[in-house]
């Protein structure tokens, strides 16, 4: 498994589906498997707090998609499984992916250099 690999697997299908093995010996993927984590443990403590989800969130995300690739970003809004394991609703995490998708989009307009 190389670091594409492991990172694409970190965002769609969960910080805890890449293998141990790979995450011991790289610190790249270790951090981004922690960032992933973060977000989906910020998710479940949202969850029963919020009805719709807060602005706090969409900065999360941003934050999150802005230190990743913009592949990589499209990859967390439209696999499920991430948000599955964040034990989101669909209705919310559909909301979420669409704001998420909304502000890569403003992004995108404002043409900020991207670190790769
Ligand atoms: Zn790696």
């Not at 190389?2 to 589906?17: F, N, S």
């Not at 949202?46 to 592949?71: C, G, K, Q, W, Y």
Request: with cysteine.
């Amino acid at each position: 498994m190389d670091c594409r690999e492991a990172e694409h697997i970190i965002w769609t299908e969960g910080p805890d589906a890449v293998t141990a093995e790979h995450l011991i010996g790289c610190p790249s993927c270790r951090n981004e498997s922690r960032r992933a984590a973060d977000l989906q443990a910020a998710l479940i403590g949202m969850r029963n707090r919020f009805a719709m989800p807060p602005v706090e969130l969409e900065r999360m995300i941003v934050e999150a998609v802005t230190r990743t690739r913009l592949d990589r970003a499209r990859d967390i809004v439209s696999h499920p499984k991430f948000w599955r394991g964040a034990a989101v609703g669909a209705a919310a995490a559909a909301g979420v992916a669409g704001a998420a998708l909304g502000v890569m989009a403003a992004r995108r307009r404002v043409a900020r250099p991207e670190v790769a």
